[in-house]
């Protein structure tokens, strides 16, 4: 029996919540009253991260204002059930009360969202997240003697704390994501505060969960940017993907059960609704786990875990289960069978799809990019061959224009990843930088070398790998990169032609790019020798660097035509002004060097 407290916190949490249409799988019921019981007993933790992700530059203590209404509106509601307010979604209460406090509202500008009506004000606040979070300071691990004396003195609160910095700095990652990291910080901090030493053990430890965070929120502020642009289909595509490789042993009956519920689910995580997001999330896991047999047996160990570590558990860590051992290397249905162009007449969009898991199911190895890339080749063969006197003679030829997309799209991974190796990161990095911003000349510099920094260190980590480990790992990561950088929550406006590969669907958004040259509409700025001149604080490593990587930027932003001689011609001077750092009069040595450097540089943009 599920007591009367519990039954009140069901209906405040998920009335009116938009119900998964999975079919009921065996102790459905039970997981569902484990996830609804974790709601109770963290709803101090999920509305901080709804209330830090909606409001970034939030104050702990405002946001913590904000929970405690929560809390209180929580209470009133479990007394009485039938007042008028306690049957809302909670999303909109939980902006309800953002929008009341006006202290607040108008403190960071959401005058404009609150105005507006309940589904209108969910997408401003939606459209009001910034993945670039430049305007917080960088997070840092407390120190660990006074973070140890907090977590002893009061656990809950510690941790709370984290969640809030977390939340706010990765306002796309899903409430469960952060809670699930947030349990395994409690593991970190548990262990380490035992510890003599203390601040090695947390570097070492907590490491890994900061960089898991980056990579699981590179991940699905991507998924969200291709619901978001392109709709459900779009999502479906992308999942038949990723859930046909991860699982190949999958029936494609099974899998087109999670397809349909897929664009629900995130939907809610995607938009911040927290609540939304963990129970229909509970939901597709627990029917995930109800069938070991057949969706896979790699999984039994993280359904074993507690929420909400079960589900980041699977979605992001289990490895990809192995392939059936009596399905062919070939899909020969598709490109042999007798009947191709009358499925494809009957039933055409169900009848790419599961062309789509076949393939992708058989080609573990290959990026998502280049299978949904055969998928629109594969249609658009069958559109051209059903067309002919002898379709079948026709798209027989089709494995052959597969595998001619394959090896053209490994070609420039194989180039890149030998520019990687003989460059070393930060001259590949540079190398980035230069072409990346003669693309998109608008952005400023911290964006620039913020993902600039982010494609060098994915050939760093790629590059490595076997021949087509490699592959995959890098088109995969610079889709992501690319991803950010077209931004997922509104329709940024760079140039037109970035613009124009924005918009292209995630199958050819990274050949788009590639091919892309100087941007012919962009104007150069007002040429300021401030932008060039240097002080002493250069003779500092990360200084230098960071200012070398401002420098290119800044030479491309004057001259967008600018050859590559002539940035060695520019960064060959701007090294020579190390040598003040040996110096007694570094300052006066700075003096003298700055107009030498300024004029090279006047001199090659009038070049």
């Known amino acids: 029996m599920i007591s009367i407290r519990s039954i009140s916190l069901v209906i405040f949490f998920f009335s009116l919540a938009e119900t998964l249409t999975l079919p009921k799988a065996p102790q459905q019921e039970d997981y569902l009253n484990a996830t609804q019981k974790f709601l109770e007993n963290n709803i101090r933790d999920v509305t901080t991260v709804a209330f830090s992700q909606f409001i970034q530059e ?67 606040f939606f459209q009001r997240k910034r993945t670039d979070v430049s305007f917080l300071t960088p997070f840092q691990i407390p120190d660990p003697e006074k973070g140890c004396q907090e977590y002893k003195e009061d656990p809950d609160a510690f941790l709370n704390h984290y969640i809030y910095e977390i939340a706010r700095r990765n306002p796309f990652v899903f409430a469960p994501t952060l809670l699930s990291m947030a349990a395994d910080y409690k593991e970190v901090s548990t262990s380490c505060c035992q510890e003599e030493k203390k601040l090695e053990c947390f570097h070492t430890k907590a490491t890994p969960i900061a960089n898991d965070l980056k990579e699981i929120s590179a991940k699905q502020q991507y998924t969200c940017r291709v619901l978001m642009k392109f709709g459900a289909k779009g999502v479906k595509l992308q999942k038949v993907v990723e859930i046909s490789q991860k699982f190949p042993k999958i029936d494609f009956k099974e899998l087109d059960i999670l397809l349909k519920d897929f664009p629900i689910m995130l939907d809610g995580c995607c938009e911040g609704d927290v609540v939304h997001c963990f129970r229909n999330q509970a939901k597709m896991i627990n029917y995930i786990c109800s069938k070991p047999d057949s969706i896979s047996s790699k999984i039994r160990n993280c359904c074993q875990l507690t929420i909400p570590q079960r589900g980041e558990c699977i979605i992001g860590y289990s490895e990809n289960d192995d392939k059936p051992e009596d399905l062919s290397p070939r899909a020969e249905r598709f490109t042999e069978g007798d009947d191709v162009c009358q499925h494809l007449h009957e039933d055409k969009e169900n009848f790419l799809t599961e062309f789509l898991y076949e393939y992708s199911r058989r080609h573990q190895e290959l990026p998502h990019s280049v299978l949904l ?60 930088l230069f072409f990346l911003t003669k693309k998109a000349p608008q952005l400023s510099s911290q964006e620039l070398i913020s993902h600039s920094q982010k494609l060098a260190a994915s050939f760093t980590k790629c590059c490595p790998m076997e021949e087509m480990q490699q592959f995959a790992c890098i088109d995969n990561m ?12 509104k329709n940024r406006t760079i140039n037109p032609s970035v613009d124009n590969c924005c918009k292209s669907s995630p199958a050819f958004m990274s050949l788009c790019f590639n091919d892309l040259t100087e941007d012919e509409t962009y104007t150069s700025p007002p040429l300021l020798p401030e932008l060039f001149s240097y002080r002493a604080t250069l003779c500092q490593e990360m200084e230098l660097q960071r ?22 011609q520019v960064l060959l001077d701007f090294s020579k002004m190390i040598r003040c750092c040996g110096t007694e009069e570094t300052d006066t040595c700075f003096k003298e060097e700055n107009p030498k450097l300024y004029n090279t540089i006047e001199t090659v943009l009038r070049s």
């Open 478 to 489: 610079v889709n992501l990169i690319l991803g950010e950088l077209c931004g997922i929550n």
């Open 373 to 432: 890339r055969i998928s629109v080749t594969y249609e658009k063969l069958l559109e051209r061959c059903c067309k002919t006197e002898n379709p079948k003679e026709c798209y027989r030829h089709g494995e052959e224009e597969f595998l001619n997309i394959t090896e053209k799209t490994q070609a420039i991974s194989k180039l890149e990843c030998g520019y990687s190796k003989n460059l070393g990161e930060e001259g590949f990095l540079n190398q980035c």
């Open 547 to 568: 200012k070398k990587r401002e420098l290119i930027v800044n030479l491309v932003q004057q001259k967008p035509l600018l050859e590559v001689e002539q940035l060695i």
């Open 58 to 124: 939030a104050t702990y203590e405002e946001i913590s204002g904000l929970v405690e209404q929560m809390i209180h509106y929580k209470d009133k509601c479990m007394a009485n059930m039938q007042l008028p307010e306690c049957s809302q979604i909670a999303i909109h209460v939980m902006q309800d009360k953002i929008c009341g406090v006006k202290e607040l509202s108008d403190k960071y500008r959401l005058s404009e969202c609150c105005t507006e009506d309940t589904s209108k004000r969910r997408k401003c």
